[in-house]
């Protein structure tokens, strides 16, 4: 059975940073693309980053290029999301998705990349207030 489990979000105050984590048991994550969604209160969620590790490639979109940086430690089986510079913007709850027949590219980052994933965490709730 295949487990995403997020970690990491909490309140933090504009500028500040957080580290979600990403979990993942039943599978190998260095098999699969990786990919981190965010979904705000009334808006649809959009993957803001991906990585697949069969090539290295990383894609992020504007919003969040130059401050939000994804890693993953395939020893742990866990992915990562850096959040630096936040802003009351990011304030969502952050999911982590995999697939296996994919590349990291633009259309798995994005409000219809939901479709091109198959496995979901649950979430984690990350409020940037002051």
């Known amino acids: 059975q295949v487990q995403l489990v997020e970690s990491g979000g909490g309140l933090v105050q504009p500028g500040g940073s957080l580290r979600l984590s990403c979990a993942a048991s039943?599978?190998?994550?260095?098999?699969?693309?990786i990919g981190w969604f965010r979904q705000a209160p009334g808006k649809e969620r959009e993957g803001v980053l991906c990585?697949?590790?069969?090539?290295?490639?990383?894609y992020a979109v504007d919003s969040v290029k130059g401050r939000f940086i994804i890693s993953r430690d395939d020893a742990k089986n866990t992915a990562y999301l850096q959040m630096n510079s936040l802003k009351p913007d990011d304030t969502a709850v952050y999911y982590c998705?995999?697939?296996?027949?994919?590349?990291?590219?633009?259309?798995?980052?994005?409000?219809?990349?939901?479709?091109?994933?198959?496995?979901w965490g649950q979430g984690t709730q990350v409020t940037v207030s002051s």
């Open positions: 998705a995999t697939t296996k027949t994919a590349w990291c590219s633009p259309p798995m980052t994005g409000t219809g990349a939901i479709f091109a994933y198959d496995y």
């Open positions: 039943g599978i190998t994550l260095a098999d699969y693309v």
């Open positions: 990585t697949s590790s069969s090539d290295g490639r990383i």
